[in-house]
């Protein structure tokens, strides 16, 4: 699905990922057989149906274009996900280079996976149909930390003993609970993933920078949850967060959910284990905190039971908002942005005061994709300046996937699949009913 330099409109990422209209450089009409073969059995189905004769013919080639209709969206759908697949093991490729160039164990990048889970329910042992109903649900967010460390392993060729560098890969992982309330909004997940960056900076104080991986959640893609992580960078002397990464929408389960589903059964044994023959209940935060931490908790991972000032980070969206609403009529989702570093960034070791926060000045791109197009730089001051650069529209919205797909079905060439391909098609397959 991802290929590029073939000429191949829907082959080439940059065709899926939303570009320029007045981009001329890319033969869009152009298209392999692979492309065109389900536009070319809904044509062939079209044609037997048209020749029975039997009623309900419309009905039926009406159902049979929006079916050709669907795959176009869902190839695009396809090409997207793995866009966002490929720029993710990009950074861990380079991490792992920069590993194997540096040949020691003090790492300073890494990759942090975050995600909230479903909210936990509370849960009883012996728990009856009434007790199951009206439960108020406990905040569950989860951190991952991708890092690599440099190892030597000897081995034997020949009689000569020889060695073998490589980098081997990491996880540590964070079961945070949120103990203030259950609310996951920007402020929440920017609040939980500041602790653990400082729990990161007293456990690998060489860790300089992350780049923070995340679904397409509203919390984690709005433009508010942006401005939340720029504020962390320049009060936070210790890591740094250089990018946010999204993948992309229905991209399947990762790492993070397995270990979601790990500590929901660590919970379900504690409750069975921890005091036989008696009703145990999980039903608060710090209960949920209780029980994961159990026994020595879950292997490589750590727990933590947060609680934030929520009239405090009230009191700062309300100085960010005009920035908040200025930048949002530019965009309102991005899958890639980038942190430029400012005057005066990490040089405070203590939370902004309300007065310098009025006063900051930042920048930052972002992509519509990753790797796509050339971004756009925003460059804010505070109280309420936004200015982004002439190419803003590069993250144009409007042309979504339904639009993408007219404009591919009007690409289609009139001879939509070669003679020899069809001959062999023909051969193998039997349309006649």
Known sequence: VVKKGDNVCTHDISYALLPNRNDSSRNRSGRCNACLYPNYVCKELSSVVTESGKDGIDDALEAIK??????????????????????IDRI??????????????????????????????EKKSREITLQHYGKRGTSWHGCLLIYFQYEEEEYEEEGEMKVKERAVRYHIYMDQILATDNKQ????????????????????PHLKEVVLQTDNAKCYSCVEFIYWLKLFNMSFDGIRISEIIHSETQAGKGLIDAHFSKGTSHCIFFMKNYQRNKIIAIASAAGLAGALAWSGGIQNCCVQLIEFDREYMRKI?????????ATTKHFTRANHIIFHACPGERSQSKPLSMENIKNLEFKFSVYGYSNVGKGVLFEVKLPGSVKASENVEDLAEGEDDETLADEAEDNVPDNDINNDLKDSMNSSFDYSY
């Open 185 to 204: 909004d920007a402020a929440a997940s920017a609040a939980m993933i500041e602790v653990f960056m400082h729990q990161c900076s007293e456990r690998f």
């Open 92 to 121: 861990l490729k380079d991490h792992e280079n920069e590993c194997l160039q540096r040949k020691d164990n003090k790492f300073t990048r890494a990759l942090l996976v975050a995600d909230w889970k479903m909210k936990w329910e």
């Open 317 to 325: 969206k309300d100085v960010l908002k005009p920035v908040i609403v």
């Open 66 to 87: 929006e079916a050709e209709h669907k795959m176009e969206l869902y190839r695009g759908h396809r090409a997207r996900v793995k866009n966002q697949q490929d720029a």
